[in-house]
């Protein structure tokens, strides 16, 4: 998952999100790694360094609306397309990704 963030930091449609998180991304990198582990349904090291989930409440310090939203599925995508998985499993991936992204919005849409 070393990639998606390294999409973040390249792709200059992810600025936003990128400005979000710190200058160093590093323990970032190792988070979602360890989150990640979990959530595939490997070890739960995550849970087992930092203790309950609390994902959307981690992210309330920052604004997440549909721009931020955007942007992470694009880093995401861009990510998933570059590894050798299977279509189908990937769509999948998608899917819950764009769930779970949906879920840790805390912003107000613009009007109109
Ligand atoms: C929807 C747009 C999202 C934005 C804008 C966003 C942004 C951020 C930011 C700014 C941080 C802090 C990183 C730092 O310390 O530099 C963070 C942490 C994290 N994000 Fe996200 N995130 C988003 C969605 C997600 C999703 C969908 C997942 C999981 C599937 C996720 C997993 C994590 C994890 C595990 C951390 C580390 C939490 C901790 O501090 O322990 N994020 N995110």
Redesign the pocket.
Known sequence: MNTFYDNMELLPEAK??RD???K??R??RE??F???SG?LGGPYR?IAA?GH?R?RA??L??P?GEV??D???IC?RKTLNDMPIDHVFKEQLIMA?TQ??????NQEQAEG
Do not use: N
């Open positions: 936003t999100i979000l998180h710190q160093d991304m323990s970032a988070k979602l360890m989150f990640l959530w995550y930092f989930l994902l981690r992210h310090p920052f997440i931020e939203r942007q992470w599925l995401m990704f779970t992204a949906d879920y840790m919005m």
